[in-house]
């Protein structure tokens, strides 16, 4: 079975620092992965996704992830983040063989920006 | 772009009221998935429909119904609301191919039952 862990449950961070949001999986077949936003009193858009090839993934609002998968994580990056980063942020998987209907969601980390 | 919406974004009602909760998507996609969040807990899945008339259970469907009668629209029905599920539902679509599916949300609607 899958699953997903989100090391950090907040984050706080001053403005123009980078930050690290960490997530690791299990999985016993290989999987797609994906970081979800949530901005305050909205739903969840992509940030972005790896599904195979280069393990960095750039995203979207300057993040970027890297898919290791000898310690099976996906954390995210953003060298200098703004106050508008502040929100809620979701590690997903969902592995090869259901293609997506069963995508398995973390605990989510939220981001605190400082300024 | 595509759009998820969600008739209503904050309800509250009654213990025992039956609630439907209304999601429409704009994008002719094939699946469509209702959530639940809850701070720590994350999202979890409830029920999920890959075309009209189909339903799948979820991870936590117990007290929740579904309907699919028509391809963008996807119903969630609490048959009997209890202060127990009172929380953010998400509504969300994605197109049904074989790889990672991006999957489209809803803005949520806030049940509240007292």
């Known amino acids: 079975a899958q699953s997903v862990t989100q090391l950090d449950s907040q984050v706080p961070v001053f403005e123009e620092a980078p930050v690290e949001l960490r997530c690791n999986y299990s999985s016993s077949v290989s999987v797609y992965l994906f970081w979800y936003v949530q901005y305050p009193n909205q739903g969840l858009q992509l940030l972005l996704k790896y599904l195979s090839g280069s393990t960095l993934v750039k995203g979207i609002n300057g993040f970027e992830a890297e898919f290791n998968k000898s310690q099976t994580s996906f954390h995210l990056r953003k060298p200098s983040v703004h106050i508008s980063d502040t929100a809620e942020y979701f590690c997903a998987v969902s592995d090869s063989r259901t293609g997506g209907f069963k995508t398995i969601f973390g605990a989510g980390t939220r981001l605190f920006v400082k300024a | 772009d595509v759009k998820v919406t969600q008739s209503s974004r904050y309800l509250v009602k009654r213990t025992g009221e039956k609630v439907f909760l209304e999601c429409v998507q704009d994008?002719?996609?094939?699946?469509m998935f209702w959530y639940r969040q809850d701070p720590g807990l994350g999202l979890r899945l409830i029920y999920f429909?890959?075309?009209?008339?189909?339903?799948e259970k979820g991870d936590i469907p117990e007290g929740y119904s579904v309907s699919r009668e028509k391809k963008e629209r996807f119903s969630l029905i609490l048959e009997s609301a209890s202060t127990n599920q009172t929380s953010m539902y998400l509504c969300?679509?994605?197109?049904?191919?074989?790889?990672?599916?991006?999957?489209?949300f809803g803005e949520g609607s806030w049940l509240t039952v007292v």
């Open positions: 994008m002719d996609h094939e699946n």
């Open positions: 429909s890959y075309d009209v008339k189909m339903k």
């Open positions: 969300a679509s994605s197109i049904l191919t074989g790889l990672g599916n991006t999957i489209y």
